[in-house]
Nanobody, 125 residues
Framework: VQLQASGGGLVQAGGSLRLSCAASGRTFNSYVMGWFRQAPGKEREFVAAIKWMGGSSSYANAVKGRFTISKDTAKNTVYLQMNSLKTEDTAAYYC???????????????????WGQGTQVTVSS
């Protein structure tokens, strides 16, 4: 599985960005697609995930109500719509893919076996 993330940038607090993750290399019916982020000096943390089949989603508490994960099956692309951005959302954002993951392990980055390159999101005050 190859993943290509894009859409990062510089935005003021309260603004919005939409990240995209284009996936290729196989069919994804059994996969979960996730977004993680990593700020300098911090561990990589879970942001959101979506199951390719069915579309059920999960979110970290820090982003619930502000971020929305979605997918376009025809384009093999997963999106992360980020609204009401805060300075603490500043990080490199990574998309990831993992096969047949159960809900309880979705926040664990070690369970994902494919990663895209990071896209930087910087939120200014």
């Amino acid at each position: 599985v190859q993943l290509q993330a894009s859409g990062g940038g510089l935005v003021q607090a309260g603004g919005s960005l939409r990240l995209s993750c284009a996936a290729s290399g196989r069919t994804f019916n059994s996969y979960v697609m996730g977004w993680f982020r990593q700020a300098p000096g911090k561990e990589r943390e879970f942001v959101a995930a979506i199951k390719w089949m069915g579309g059920s989603s999960s979110y970290a508490n820090a982003v619930k109500g502000r971020f929305t994960i979605s997918k376009d099956t025809a384009k093999n692309t997963v999106y992360l719509q980020m609204n009401s951005l805060k300075t603490e959302d500043t990080a490199a954002y990574y998309c990831a893919a993992g096969r047949s993951l159960i809900t309880s392990v979705l926040p664990n980055p070690a369970k994902y076996d494919s990663w895209g390159q990071g896209t930087q999101v910087t939120v200014s005050s």
